[in-house]
């Protein structure tokens, strides 16, 4: 099946500082991508869709000044925490979509667990 | 908008026994993709089965398999002969078909715990 990387698997970070994600994927090339954040004990909630090339289209209530994704290569998408504060510590999981996928699967990287001191 | 419901928040099952897990879900589209992803204590999502609406057929794998009624909008799990290493949280999901770009929409989940 399809992979997809997502780096770092978790990352300790102080508050007002910037944290970036990435989520590669390594055996295809990703049409859109899609960022998700788990609450503990809670379901994924998605971010925000991006699709190559193109600016990221953000859920209501998720602030894109703060949360930056860029889409910039088929297999590259990265997630940047700005100003990161404790309130935005959480598990953040990227999707992504290859055009040559049936039955509408998506693959999921093995996440990043935020946390904001 | 696409909800989807899952109203078990926890369930337990006799290793070996069998367990269905519920899932509704609310649509006006006639195409759409339902899902069931496992969640182990890693986080990693894992796509235990899935099905395409226009399908009649429920999908199994080989002890997974679904309860599929479009009409009523539910979509059911059941595991057959349950075993330690299916415990985890289970998301029922939504995928609607209608565009290449449309995400995956989740359910709170239900927490699988198997005792030996």
């Known amino acids: 099946g399809a992979v997809v990387s997502q780096h770092p698997s978790w990352v300790i970070c102080k508050s007002g500082t910037s944290v970036k994600i990435e989520c590669r994927s390594l055996d295809f090339q990703a049409t859109t991508m899609f960022w998700y954040r788990q609450f503990p004990k809670q379901s994924l909630m998605l971010m925000a869709t991006?699709?190559?090339?193109?600016?990221?289209?953000?859920e209501q209530g998720v602030e894109k000044d703060k949360f930056l994704i860029n889409h910039a290569s088929l297999t590259l998408s990265t997630l940047t925490v700005t100003s990161a504060h404790p309130e935005d510590s959480s598990f953040y999981i990227c999707?992504?979509?290859?055009?040559?996928?049936?039955?509408?699967?998506?693959?999921f990287g093995e996440g990043s667990r935020l946390t904001v001191l | 908008a696409q909800t989807v419901t899952q109203s078990q928040p926890e369930m337990s099952v006799q290793e070996a026994e069998t367990v269905t897990l519920s899932c509704t879900y609310d649509?006006?589209?006639?195409?759409?993709?339902l899902f069931w992803y496992k969640q182990p204590p890693s986080r990693q999502m894992i796509l235990v089965i899935r099905q395409e609406a226009y399908k009649q057929q429920n999908a199994t794998e080989n002890r997974f398999s679904v309860n599929f009624q479009k009409a009523a909008k539910s979509f059911s799990l059941k595991i057959s002969d349950s075993q330690l290493g299916d415990a985890a949280m289970y998301f029922c999901a939504y995928r609607s078909a209608i565009a290449g770009n449309t995400p995956l929409v989740f359910g709170k989940g239900t927490r699988l715990s198997v005792i030996a």
């Open positions: 999707s992504a979509r290859s055009r040559l996928a049936g039955a509408g699967e998506l693959f």
């Open positions: 649509t006006s589209e006639s195409d759409y993709y």
């Open positions: 991006s699709n190559e090339g193109s600016k990221a289209t953000y």
